[in-house]
C-alpha cells in the first residue's frame, strides 16, 4: 500500500509506503509530527487533514491524537469520491505515469513502487499553469527545483563500486536506475538497483546511491538487462521474487483494457540479447 498526502496551497505531495494499513496510524503521526516542529512557535496556524471514511483514518487514536494537537479533522461525504477529486486524480496521475514508465523499460511488476515514488518526485517538478507557471516544488520550498539528476526510470546503468579494486575485478557493476535519493547533498544523487546483489550475503545492499553514473536510455534497456541475467544466471534470488521472465508483465492495466500482452510485446525483441555497449 501506499499513502499519498497533498498540501492543498502548494499542491505539493509526499508518497508514503506501508506493508497494512494498520500502520497507517504510526505514519500520519510521524509525518504530522514533523510538520508540527518546523511552525515557528509564535505563530499559530490551523492544520486540516482532510480524508475519506477509510478505516485507517476515523480510528478513535487517531481522532484524539489529531484533537491532542490541535488539528482539524475533516471527512467527505460517504459514496461520493467526487468530494475527494484532486487526491484521486493525483493517484490516478502517478498510477499511470508508473505504468508508462513500467511499460517504456519492459520490468516486471515488483518494480511499481518504485515507479510510483519516481512519477511523485517528477510530479512535484512539473511546471502548473494555474499556479502562474510554477511547480509544486518551488511554491513549498520557495526556490526553483533541480533537473540535472533526472533519467528514464528503470534505464539500465553502470555504476562505480566504491574502494579500490582488486586485481582485475570490474570497477563498476551494472544497474537500473530506480530513483533519486534527496536527502545527500549537494543536490542528491542516483539510486542504482543491482539485481546480481539482491538477497546475497556477500553483499551489504542492492541498493547503492552514487553520483558516479553512467546510463543507457535505450528503451527497454531494464527489460533487456534482467532477461540477461535470467538466461546467464538463472539461480540468482532476484528471480525467486520475479518469477520467469519469459512472458513479459503489463503493470497496472487501465480500466476497460482489452489489449493482450503478446500485442504489446514481440517474442523476436526479448529473445534477442546485445551485449554491445553504447557510446
Known amino acids: 500500500y501506499y499513502l499519498l498526502i497533498k498540501r492543498s496551497t502548494s499542491s505539493y ?15 500520519l503521526k510521524r509525518f504530522f509530527s514533523g510538520r508540527l516542529r518546523k511552525l515557528p512557535k509564535n505563530i499559530v496556524l490551523a492544520i486540516i487533514a482532510v480524508s475519506d471514511n477509510a478505516k485507517e483514518f476515523i480510528q478513535k487514536k487517531l481522532k484524539k491524537w489529531f484533537k491532542r494537537n490541535d488539528i482539524i479533522q475533516k471527512t467527505t461525504v460517504v459514496d461520493h469520491p467526487s468530494d475527494r477529486g484532486m487526491i484521486e486524480i493525483e493517484m490516478k496521475v502517478s498510477k499511470r505515469t508508473a505504468a508508462t514508465m513500467l511499460l517504456h523499460q519492459k520490468l516486471p511488476d515488483p518494480f511499481a ?16 499553469q494555474t499556479r502562474d507557471y510554477k511547480s509544486p516544488y518551488e511554491l513549498e520550498f520557495g526556490r526553483k527545483p533541480s533537473y540535472h539528476l ?53 553483499h551489504k545492499s542492492h ?61 523476436s525483441e526479448e529473445d534477442t540479447f546485445d551485449d554491445s555497449t553504447t557510446d
Not at 220 to 230: D, F, I, N, S
Not at 238 to 264: H, N, S
Open 13 to 27: 505531495c509526499w508518497d508514503e509506503y506501508l506493508k497494512a494499513k494498520s500502520e497507517s496510524l504510526k505514519l
Open 113 to 128: 513502487f518504485l515507479a510510483v515514488a519516481h512519477a511523485v518526485y517528477c510530479r512535484n517538478r512539473w511546471i502548473q
Open 150 to 202: 533526472l533519467r528514464p526510470f528503470g534505464c539500465k546503468c553502470v555504476v562505480l563500486l566504491p574502494g579500490k579494486p582488486k586485481g582485475v575485478d570490474p570497477r563498476g557493476v551494472e544497474g537500473l536506475f530506480v530513483g533519486i535519493d534527496e536527502s545527500t547533498i549537494p543536490g542528491g544523487a542516483w539510486k542504482v538497483f543491482i539485481p546480481q546483489y539482491f538477497g546475497t550475503r556477500r
Open 207 to 267: 541498493l547503492m546511491i552514487s553520483t558516479s553514473v553512467t546510463f543507457d536510455t535505450t528503451p527497454g534497456g531494464g527489460g533487456l538487462l534482467l532477461r540477461r541475467l535470467a538466461r546467464d544466471e538463472p539461480d540468482l534470488p532476484i528471480f525467486k521474487l520475479l518469477g520467469k521472465l519469459q512472458a513479459p508483465i503489463v503493470p497496472l492495466p487501465y480500466p476497460g483494457e482489452k489489449q493482450t500482452r503478446d500485442a504489446l510485446f514481440s517474442d
